[in-house]
């Protein structure tokens, strides 16, 4: 089955910092979507973004899916921000990589 | 608009013990699913289903058991509790097939402990 890798799996930034965060992936996939834990445990969809570019507020997101990878991006970072990121690809189910924790310090 | 709704929020069985976790959407959703968080993890799929009627294993169903008899609910049950299954648990829902693009749709999670 299709393998997702996420990196970096720990991340730690001063708030107001920018930050990328990528989603690697082992074979052609007709969804991926972003989807932020919050501290509280509560999964949050971000981004349906098999291929392209979208953004939403300070987070953008692109897919470029004949390389097989995404990148998720946080400007201007915020305590808010903080929790676990995963990106999710679809085989014949979602399939989760093992997230990115973010901490974001006041 | 509830969305999806688990219950209970938390639970503690000792090993051996049987329960049911439940699971409702109230969105018309026809795709539903089970997975299991652990620490340190991504989530892993228990079982899914395509409709009422369906249903379907998932990467890591042994344990458990799924039906699905409403559009509605989609309740998980353990038969035979072990300390492997202490996890938090999440049920999603989507209208349609993942693959097919639409964003799913998570409940809070169930934590549970066996002991």
């Known amino acids: 089955g299709i ?13 107001g910092a920018n930050s990328t965060l990528r989603c ?3 074979d052609s ?26 953004q939403n507020g300070r987070l953008s997101a692109t897919t470029v899916a004949t390389e097989r990878y995404s990148l998720l991006y946080i400007s201007s970072s ?7 990121y995963f990106c999710a690809v ?12 973010l901490s974001v310090l006041p | 608009n509830a969305g999806v709704t688990q219950t209970p929020k938390f639970q503690v069985l000792k090993t051996g013990q049987s329960m049911t976790l439940q699971c409702a959407q109230d969105m018309n959703h026809e795709y539903m699913s089970w997975y299991r968080q652990d620490p340190g993890m991504g989530l892993r799929l228990i079982h899914y289903s395509v409709g009422a009627g369906i249903t379907d294993q998932g990467e890591v169903p042994n344990g458990y058991n799924v039906s699905r008899s409403t559009t509605e609910d989609f309740p998980l049950r353990l038969l035979s509790a072990a300390p492997s299954q202490t996890s938090v648990y999440f049920c999603a ?5 993942p693959g ?6 998570f409940g809070d999670g169930t934590r549970l402990s066996i002991l």
């Not at chain 1, 393998?3 to 708030?15: A, F, M, R, Y």
């Not at chain 1, 679809?90 to 924790?101: A, H, L, S």
């Not at chain 2, 829902?93 to 097939?97: F, I, R």
């Open chain 1, 3 to 15: 393998q997702v890798e996420q990196s970096p799996p720990d991340l730690i930034l001063q708030e």
């Open chain 1, 24 to 26: 690697n992936f082992s």
């Open chain 1, 29 to 54: 996939v007709n969804n991926l979507q972003w989807f932020h834990q919050n501290p509280w445990g509560q999964l949050i969809n971000l981004f349906y973004i098999p291929s392209g570019t979208k």
């Open chain 1, 78 to 84: 915020q305590t808010t921000d903080s929790g676990v």
């Open chain 1, 90 to 101: 679809v085989d014949q189910n979602f399939v989760f990589g093992p997230g990115t924790r």
């Open chain 2, 93 to 97: 829902s989507s209208y349609s097939l």
């Open chain 2, 100 to 105: 097919v693009g639409q964003p799913q749709h």
